[in-house]
């Protein structure tokens, strides 16, 4: 299970950094055959094994020798590991599959927004539609109704929170991408979970922001990775976190 999830995690990887860094420049990722950015030179598919091609070429395009952005290396290894997390935390089953979804969304708005700020909707819209038909095939048609107003209930708090930042800091508190992917959290996590990962995701930005505030004299910083890690950390351990919510809405 584990060479499988490492070989399916590494393909994919590869996959999820083309569509970080691809789509945010509208190059089309189905169409245009994969090249190499410098000397354009369309790659062989032994040029494409993911992990090992990187490896053996050490880091260079075997045409033009140029270095290639370790980004591929590093999105490949990281997906590859986290699919075998997933596999080792959850057996197969819904809890597996939107594990996988997760680790995912991670890894494409790692690159993204890291990258260029950007927040894709795309691999949200098709996280969402998977998610539901997973719920379906898991649960019923009430529980999916229920995930829905709690995305849409989270949607509508991201909203608020964006309003009264515009209204405090004079300035777009929020991007778009952040407020839509709450809707996801929502969606995967239910509402009051929702809510915990929400306030989880500021203390992960926290130190970020301050460091990007004090070293690059930046206010402006990419918050969907702290969004898209709160989930995952939260998914990842949901018992621990529905007893947490207990123990606080219990006082
Ligand atoms: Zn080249």
């Not at 992990?51 to 050490?58: D, R, Y």
């Not at 927040?119 to 098709?126: A, E, G, K």
Request: net charge positive; proline share 3%; hydrophobic share 55%.
């Amino acid at each position: 299970m584990a060479v499988l999830m490492f070989v399916l995690g590494s393909i994919m990887g590869s996959f999820f950094y083309c569509l970080g860094t691809r789509l945010p420049k509208n190059e089309n990722i189905l169409t245009s055959r994969s090249h190499c950015d410098y000397c354009k030179h369309e790659l062989k598919w032994y040029n494409l094994i993911p992990l090992f091609s990187f490896i053996f070429q050490k880091g260079k395009c075997s045409y033009c020798h140029k270095k290639i952005a370790s980004g591929h290396f590093w999105c490949e290894l990281s997906t590859a590991l986290l699919f075998i997390l997933t596999s080792f935390y959850f057996p197969i089953g819904y809890d597996f599959f939107v594990g996988l979804i997760i680790s995912s969304l991670l890894i494409i708005i790692f690159v993204s927004d890291f990258k260029y700020m950007i927040i894709l909707d795309s691999p949200m819209v098709i996280s969402a539609i998977l998610i539901i038909i997973l719920k379906f095939i898991y649960y019923d048609s009430i529980d999916v109704l229920i995930s829905l107003i709690s995305g849409l209930c989270l949607f509508l708090v991201m909203i608020l929170i964006y309003k009264l930042g515009n209204f405090a800091f004079k300035k777009e508190s929020l991007g778009g991408g952040d407020i839509k992917f709450s809707f996801l959290m929502g969606l995967i996590l239910d509402f009051k979970i929702g809510l915990v990962a929400l306030v989880l995701s500021v203390f992960l930005a926290l130190p970020y922001a301050v460091a990007s505030l004090e070293l690059k004299k930046n206010s402006e910083f990419p918050y969907g990775p702290f969004l898209a890690g709160a989930l995952f950390i939260v998914f990842f351990h949901y018992d621990k976190f529905v007893l947490l919510v207990e123990f606080l809405f219990n006082f």
